[in-house]
């Protein structure tokens, strides 16, 4: 479920190590799990707060729990610490935390759904925008729409063409290419 590495788990035991309680752990979660909101974090986990239906994972010198919400969305995620001269930086990557993974053999709707949430719209996210499925043709072409700062943005076409249809077509098969239906010339800030 969690892969947490060596160097993560080195940091763990020693930040564990200081607290007063005995058999603390640390709690792995998703706030706002399979939203566009989702973020992760990790906090201490005393036994009082261990719940009964927690999945408890074992390490060396510590264990880590998930809450049952929490869980399908932490699948493939990733935690590691890197050493820097003025400290470390803790880093968590969950894929998987704004769309629940989807099977292989889902229809490729939900497929086409979960690469937009758990790869290409946390990219978008970085110059705020975002993009949406509005239809799965018979032909297998992903009709998109654009929102935020990717509405009426220059580059729109390459970030459809390079980026996004070649993302989806690698991922789901079924997708022979996209559509952008969004109205670029509307709202309150476009850039043409």
Same mark, same amino acid.
């Given at each position: 479920?969690?892969?947490?590495?060596?160097?993560?788990?080195?940091?763990?035991?020693?930040?564990?190590? !200081?607290?007063?309680?005995?058999?603390?752990?640390?709690?792995?979660?998703?706030?706002?799990?399979?939203?566009?909101?989702?973020?992760?974090?990790?906090?201490?986990?005393?036994?009082?707060?261990?719940?009964?239906?927690?999945?408890?994972?074992?390490?060396?010198?510590?264990?880590?729990?998930?809450?049952?919400?929490?869980?399908?969305?932490?699948?493939?995620?990733?935690?590691?610490?890197?050493?820097?001269?003025?400290?470390?930086?803790?880093?968590?990557?969950?894929?998987?935390?704004?769309?629940?993974?989807?099977?292989?053999?889902?229809?490729?709707?939900?497929?086409?759904?979960?690469?937009?949430?758990?790869?290409?719209?946390?990219?978008?996210?970085?110059?705020?925008?975002?993009?949406?499925?509005?239809?799965?043709?018979?032909?297998?072409?992903?009709?998109?729409?654009?929102?935020?700062?990717?509405? !009426?943005?220059?580059?729109?076409?390459?970030?459809?063409?390079?980026?996004?249809?070649?993302?989806?077509?690698?991922?789901?098969?079924?997708?022979? !290419?996209?559509?952008?239906?969004?109205?670029?010339?509307?709202?309150?800030?476009?850039?043409?």
């Amino acid at each position: 479920m969690i892969s947490i590495s060596d160097a993560a788990q080195e940091h763990f035991r020693r930040l564990l190590a !200081g607290q007063e309680e005995p058999d603390t752990g640390i709690r792995v979660f998703v706030v706002n799990p399979g939203t566009a909101h989702a973020e992760c974090g990790v906090s201490y986990c005393p036994p009082d707060a261990v719940e009964e239906n927690d999945t408890e994972l074992e390490f060396e010198g510590f264990s880590a729990f998930i809450d049952e919400d929490s869980a399908p969305y932490l699948e493939e995620a990733e935690i590691d610490y890197q050493k820097e001269q003025t400290g470390g930086q803790l880093t968590l990557k969950a894929p998987n935390a704004k769309a629940r993974k989807v099977d292989d053999d889902a229809p490729a709707v939900d497929r086409i759904r979960y690469y937009l949430e758990s790869e290409i719209n946390p990219e978008l996210a970085n110059h705020g925008g975002q993009v949406a499925l509005m239809e799965f043709t018979e032909k297998g072409i992903a009709v998109l729409q654009f929102g935020g700062g990717c509405q !009426g943005c220059g580059m729109v076409d390459v970030t459809l063409k390079e980026g996004i249809e070649k993302t989806l077509k690698e991922r789901v098969p079924e997708v022979n !290419g996209v559509q952008d239906v969004t109205e670029h010339a509307a709202g309150e800030n476009p850039y043409y």
